[in-house]
């Protein structure tokens, strides 16, 4: 006889058949351990999901954390090099200017050598290894007489008056009769600074070489700081290569002490100016990277390039290309500028130039976005600091 299940619905509660239940009790219990075995499998696999997607995740992180380690590192690079330029502008080679005044002797110089110190205050006309030949170089406050193998070795301060400026020339000769470590020059013009000059020199080459000149540009005074190196081309053309900044900056530095006495510590080296320059709000004109000569920009490499900017410091003009004379000179040289029609926007000019303008009758390209100008800049291989590319917004 067939068992019958029967169930009863009875006060909320199934009733099973008595005559089925040992065999419901053990049916009751294999679907219940199927279930607990499927939920264990579930939680298993479940696990196992989850460690992989870890793994991915942290694989994720790693290079998300790699990638940003790179992006800060590369912010730190130009943290550094933005650091590095101020610093050198602020006071480069300090290490090796020392201004100490201990054992310097204090020497008035003959008029023999004061022809030799002058052509030393524009060191870009300067040549190499200039022979020295003069008998006294100079007098000391007592009379005594000094000649150039007396010195040797020895830092000199020389205090002299030529063309109605004063000028103050510390420096130092080696055995060789050469002037040899850093040469500071100070010179007063009716008792304002008009220029330093921290020359580096060794055996009479000279290297680098730092300037800060007090000048007058459109009716604006300015002040040129240039730090560049001293070349020789291969058929024996001395140039200079290096950084010009012009600054509009109305500021005066009156002299403070009297001529008969001057001491070491009265002098200006070109960091020490300029980080007063810098704390008194001046207002970057232009900045120029390349060769130049005769105190001029000329260049004829076509990588030399020059950024103006305008009286809100933001850049009017970006050009790179071949340089004559100080003004723009190639055939086929560019340039990002605003546009001169709208005085809004930029255009990208590429050709001719020549007297410092752009001789095409059209740009290029116009109402350059700045990821345009970012790519244009990358394609023509320019490397510039980006602290001086300062943009207006598109």
């Not at 100490?100 to 022809?115: A, H, I, K, W």
């Not at 900056?249 to 009265?266: A, G, L, N, P, S």
């Amino acid at each position: 006889m067939e068992n019958i299940v029967c169930f009863l619905y009875k006060r909320g509660r199934f009733i099973v058949n008595k005559k089925s239940k040992k065999k419901s009790t053990i049916t009751g219990w294999m679907i219940l351990n199927s279930a607990v075995i499927i939920f264990i499998l579930g939680l298993f696999v479940s696990f196992i999901i989850f460690i992989v997607n870890l793994d991915k995740n942290i694989a994720l992180m790693q290079q998300s954390i790699d990638t940003l380690t790179e992006e800060v590192s590369g912010l730190g690079d130009k943290y550094d090099n933005m650091n590095g330029k101020v610093a050198r502008l602020e006071g480069a080679m300090s290490e090796s200017v020392q201004l100490d005044s201990s054992d310097v002797l204090y020497l008035y110089p003959t008029d023999e050598f004061v022809q030799v110190l002058d052509s030393y205050q524009h060191p870009e006309y300067m040549g190499n290894n200039q022979k020295i030949d003069v008998g006294t170089i100079g007098t000391d406050k007592e009379g005594k007489d000094y000649k150039l193998d007396e010195i040797n070795g020895r830092r000199v301060l020389f205090p002299y008056i030529e063309n109605g400026q004063e000028v103050y020339f510390l420096g130092q000769f080696n055995e060789n009769g050469q002037w040899d470590g850093n040469c500071i020059i100070n010179v007063y013009n009716n008792k304002k600074l008009v220029i330093i000059t921290n020359a580096l020199f060794s055996d009479g080459e000279l290297g680098r070489y730092q300037q800060v000149i007090s000048d007058e540009k459109d009716l604006q005074d300015i002040w040129i700081v240039a730090d560049r190196t001293r070349q020789i081309d291969k058929k024996g053309k001395i140039y200079n290569t290096g950084e010009t900044w012009i600054y509009t900056c109305d500021v005066e530095y009156e002299q403070k002490f009297e001529f008969e006495d001057v001491t070491v510590d009265d002098l200006f080296y070109e960091g020490k100016l300029v980080s007063e320059i810098m704390a008194m709000d001046a207002k970057l004109e232009s900045y120029y990277k390349g060769n130049t000569s005769g105190g001029l920009y000329n260049d004829d490499t076509g990588d030399a390039y020059i950024i103006k900017y305008d009286e809100n410091r933001k850049i009017r003009t970006l050009y790179q290309g071949k340089f004559v004379n100080g003004q723009f000179e190639d055939k086929d040289a560019w340039e990002i500028a605003r546009n001169p029609k709208t005085d809004a926007g930029y255009v990208y000019n590429v050709g001719e130039f020549s007297g410092n303008h752009f001789q095409g009758k059209e740009p290029l390209e116009i109402n350059l976005t700045q990821e345009r100008i970012d790519q244009i800049i990358k394609e023509n291989d320019t490397i510039i600091d980006f602290k001086y590319l300062q943009w207006y917004k598109p």
